[in-house]
């Protein structure tokens, strides 16, 4: 994934988040949107990711990359979204996830 991750960005918006507790940011590159969430707290956490961003009546198919059960493991999610819907993420201590957006 990380090979793929584009070097300059369309548009950047921030979803959510206040210092020291947790940060959400959305980047876009042509049609694909990219999502990124931290846990910024030493404690596990759901973070919650809206999605107004996304083109309205569109649909848009998903890959969540998020923490898994321990801090050296991950879990891979598909799923489906449109901009009325909001997701919310288990974050282990200091984890997160990563999120891509690709419009159906």
């Known amino acids: 994934m990380l090979k793929e ?4 960005w369309d548009e950047t918006q921030f979803l959510a988040g206040y210092p020291g507790k947790e940060a959400v940011i959305a980047r876009r590159k042509a049609g694909l949107w990219y999502v ?13 990711i809206p999605f107004h961003f996304l083109t309205k009546g569109k649909t848009y198919r998903a890959e969540l990359i998020a923490d898994g059960e321990y801090d050296s493991g991950f879990n891979v999610k598909y799923i489906t979204v449109k901009e009325r819907d909001a ?3 288990e974050c282990l ?6 999120l891509i957006l690709n419009e159906m």
């Open 5 to 8: 991750v584009p070097n300059a």
């Open 36 to 48: 990124a969430g931290i846990n910024g707290e030493d404690r596990s956490k759901k973070i919650s």
């Open 93 to 98: 201590p200091r984890g997160g996830f990563t």
């Open 87 to 89: 997701l919310e993420v």
